[in-house]
């Protein structure tokens, strides 16, 4: 093979392979980017859908908002393919379905992703039931303690709101406290770790009241 085509192709490979990383790269800073205002343009326009999203389901039914976003989705393709149709046939021109290029578009998940997050699932599912079975086996008195009084201040919370209600608000935090955080951090972490020291102090003074046998271990 000639030199010059061999070092092209070589520098053609390295490009694509460098478009790919960097392409890998953006997707994984998209959700951090997104929640800390990187765009306000792409940023506000995910807060305004999630929240009106949000209240429709507030306000109607699952079935009732999906229908409505399905409905309202179909009805701006059909009046685009529609409106396509009727400038190419009054320019006679040839351009075709304007949809062409996206049911030309695969969109098929490959077998090795589905498997691949499927296993990233089923390590977090494992995880986290290992997890409910220490804590309500009362494995580790502390922790066991800590999750009853955390489903005691949720009883109270669900009193108040609903499970909707309580999605709007994470859903407004969600996009409210990453900024507000970035511009304040110091202040923030100061007041964490008082909060943090307090506890662990709590913690400990409960955790010496307690018999030796249901101490927390040192070895974790």
Not at 69 to 98: E, M, N, W
Not at 175 to 202: G, H, M, S
Request: charged share 20%.
């Amino acid at each position: 093979m000639d030199p010059m085509t061999q070092s092209a192709q070589i520098s053609s490979s390295q490009g694509l392979a460098d478009g790919h990383n960097s392409a890998v790269k953006e997707s994984k800073l998209s959700v951090k980017d997104l929640i800390h205002w990187r765009d306000p343009k792409k940023t506000g326009l995910m807060f305004g859908l999630s929240l009106l999203v949000l209240l429709s389901l507030a306000a109607f039914s699952v079935i009732s908002v999906v229908s409505y976003l399905l409905l309202s989705l179909l009805c701006v393709t059909i009046t685009f393919r529609i409106y396509k149709s009727v400038v190419q046939a009054v320019q006679k021109s040839s351009d075709g379905h304007p949809f062409k290029t996206l049911i030309d578009k695969d969109v098929s998940i490959p077998p090795e992703t589905f498997r691949k997050h499927v296993d990233t699932s089923l390590t977090y599912i494992n995880r986290a039931l290992k997890q409910m079975s220490r804590l309500f086996l009362v494995e580790d008195l502390v922790d066991s303690l800590k999750l009853a009084v955390v489903m005691w201040l949720l009883t109270y919370v669900g009193a108040v709101f609903n499970g909707i209600t309580v999605l709007i608000l994470a859903d407004i935090l969600l996009f409210a406290v990453p900024p507000v955080y970035e511009k304040n951090k110091t202040q923030v972490d100061q007041y964490i770790d008082l909060v943090r020291t307090q506890v662990n102090t709590t913690m400990a003074k409960l955790q010496e009241k307690l018999p030796g046998a249901v101490k927390r271990s040192k070895t974790e």
